[in-house]
């Protein structure tokens, strides 16, 4: 089933430059064209990722930085950031915890869009990279309770940074998953934004794998292509709406 929604907002937590375009990128993409806000944070810019004689790590995460903003305004995301940690060697620091934490303070999405920290597997040829379980299982423990609780790396409120809770998470559950956004009319933009990877693609074209595994998630939804999530509530609509509706309305006086 369809269960689309328009958040306001969007911020999609992930480990590498080209992980959004693989997984989530036809969502984010449905909901940037319907207005909202969308920003990406990437922990590492996979500096680790290009195997070629000479290739420094400093000018590799260049390269990559520069595809993922190009991938990023293929999607319609309003900003990307990069935290620039260790490619390959990402752990979920209370540091790290901290730097996300401030990005979901600043930019306030309604949604959060992150990894499975549980997913170590998938199929019999293929063992999850560590550094998406790491961003993962950060991104789940900035989300909650960190980045709502005004006690809690208190220090934020000096860079002018107030605690929010995001209204929902998304997990990322390739394939499964109880939530299913259909993505017809944006699986093209998917297959852009990840050719955008230029350095991670090289002769490999992606379109036919993004569109068998989309077709599979959409398979009995009555969707040629979707993307599908774990969908975990934090605040309940109610609230939300109340909590909203304040804020327009002290926004409105203060004008
Ligand atoms: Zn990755």
């Not at 992930?14 to 990128?25: G, T």
């Not at 036809?26 to 909901?31: D, E, F, P, S, V």
């Not at 170590?120 to 980045?147: E, K, S, T």
């Not at 090289?202 to 993307?227: I, Q, T």
Request: proline share 5%.
């Amino acid at each position: 089933m369809d269960e689309f929604y328009l958040p306001e907002s969007a911020m999609a937590i992930v480990a590498h430059p080209d992980d959004i375009e693989y997984s989530c990128a036809g969502t984010l993409a449905r909901w940037a064209r319907g207005g909202s806000r969308i920003s990406f944070v990437l922990c590492t810019s996979g500096d680790v990722g290009i195997d070629q004689q000479g290739m420094t790590r400093i000018e590799a995460a260049k390269i990559r930085e520069a595809e993922e903003l190009l991938a990023a305004e293929i999607i319609g995301a309003k900003e990307v950031i990069f935290l620039r940690e260790p490619d390959g060697m990402l752990q979920p620091t209370l540091e790290l915890r901290k730097k996300i934490v401030r990005e979901i303070r600043r930019f306030r999405p309604e949604i959060v869009i992150c990894g499975d920290p549980t997913i170590v597997w998938a199929g019999n040829d293929y063992i999850n990279h560590p550094d998406h379980r790491a961003a993962a299982a950060a991104a789940l423990d900035a989300v909650f309770p960190a980045a709502g609780q005004p006690n809690l790396f208190e220090e934020l409120r000096e860079e002018g940074f107030e605690a929010h809770k995001p209204r929902k998470v998304y997990v990322m559950s390739w394939g499964e998953g109880e939530v299913f956004v259909n993505i017809e009319d944006t699986m093209d933009i998917k297959i852009s934004a990840l050719r955008a990877h230029k350095s991670q693609m090289k002769e490999w074209d992606p379109e036919p794998s993004l569109r068998e595994w989309a077709a599979e998630s959409g398979k009995g939804k009555e969707m040629a292509y979707a993307e599908g999530y774990r969908v975990v509530t934090l605040v309940d609509d109610e609230t939300w709406q109340n909590r909203n509706s304040r804020w327009s309305e002290s926004t409105t006086h203060s004008q």
